[in-house]
């Protein structure tokens, strides 16, 4: 699972990258999976929004409806 979760977040990256952002993966235990967000996306004040209704429901849908996502700085 830890190799689609990691999939999926390499084809996401492109959005955040066209915006002046990018993510880069902390961890992935099981269907935990820590984000931070960097660039124009680590300040930005939707960063909570991105990580839950972008990122998450993406993974959620491509990979497994349990994953939870978690921002972290």
Same mark, same amino acid.
């Given at each position: ?23 880069? @993966? @902390?961890? =992935?235990?099981?269907?935990? @999976? ?16 991105? =990580?839950?209704?972008? =990122? ?10 349990? =994953? ?6």
């Amino acid at each position: 699972m830890e190799e689609q979760i990691r999939s999926t977040l390499e084809q996401l990256r492109g959005m955040l990258q066209a915006d002046g952002g990018d993510l880069e @993966v @902390v961890s =992935i235990e099981d269907k935990e @999976v820590k984000l931070r967000l960097t660039g124009a996306c680590g300040s930005c004040p939707h960063a909570t929004l991105t =990580i839950k209704q972008g =990122i998450q429901r993406t993974l959620q849908e491509q990979v497994d409806p349990e =994953i939870n996502v978690e921002q972290v700085s």
